[in-house]
Each structure stands twice: as structure tokens, then as C-alpha cells.
């Protein structure tokens, strides 16, 4: 089993900047990705950035490139994800996931993430 516990987001303006972070507890050994998702109001959930533990690879979707960068930290236990020139497209709820296996490239569709956050919202106003 893994926990995972989110924090950060909040409203900021467009252009603005938020981090969020997620701590990860339990069977946190061996090679794993976290990632995270995001769920807009209407639309599915959808991959927006993923690190594996090792931190030696790493996949964004395509609207964030450039502007979202994902991180982990020594204890390969904590990743944080940094999102700057904020859109308010970028507005949803955002989830962080654990996928307890390794692909190459890191895997976006959320059926292979077996834990999950219980999300945080983050609102870019105009």
C-alpha cells in the first residue's frame, strides 16, 4: 500500500506561479513513477507530469511543456511539481499518483497509477 498526501495550490492569477507537493508513505522501495493528473470541471482526468524515483526521466504533457517542472527529492519520497506562467486552462483539481512499476517512456494513462491523492484544487483567474 502507498499514501499519498498533497499540498500547495490555491487561486492565483493568470501568469502567476504555484507549487504543489506530494509525500509518499508506505511501499516506497524499488523503481516506481509518481505523477500527476488533473481533472477540469466536465472533462476527464488527464497526465500532466511524471518522474520516475530515480528522477533520471521524466514526461509532460504537452500543454504544460515549458512551463510546469517536476521534481523529486533525495529521499526519492516527495515530489513537487512547479507551475509557472499559469493559464487559466491549467484550472482543475489536481492529483498526484503512484504507478508502482517503470516504462520508458512513463506511462499517462491513469488505469497503470494504482494510488492515488485526494486532490487539491488549483483556480488561474483572468
Known amino acids: 500500500q502507498v499514501q499519498l498526501v498533497e499540498s500547495g495550490g490555491g487561486l492565483v492569477q493568470a501568469g502567476g506561479s504555484l507549487r504543489l507537493s506530494c509525500a509518499a508513505t508506505g511501499r516506497t522501495f524499488g523503481v516506481y513513477v509518481m505523477g500527476w493528473f488533473r481533472q477540469a470541471p466536465g472533462k476527464e482526468r488527464e497526465f500532466v507530469a511524471g518522474i520516475s524515483r530515480s528522477g533520471l526521466s521524466t514526461r509532460y504533457a504537452d500543454s504544460v511543456k515549458g512551463r510546469f517542472t517536476i521534481s523529486g527529492d533525495n529521499a526519492k519520497t516527495t515530489v513537487a511539481l512547479q507551475m509557472d506562467s499559469l493559464k487559466p486552462e491549467d484550472t482543475a483539481v489536481y492529483y498526484c499518483?503512484?504507478?508502482?512499476?517503470?516504462?520508458?517512456?512513463?506511462?499517462?494513462?491513469?488505469?497503470?497509477?494504482?494510488?492515488w491523492g485526494q486532490g487539491t484544487q488549483v483556480t488561474v483567474s483572468s
Open positions: 499518483a503512484f504507478d508502482p512499476s517503470l516504462w520508458i517512456p512513463i506511462r499517462v494513462d491513469e488505469s497503470n497509477y494504482a494510488y
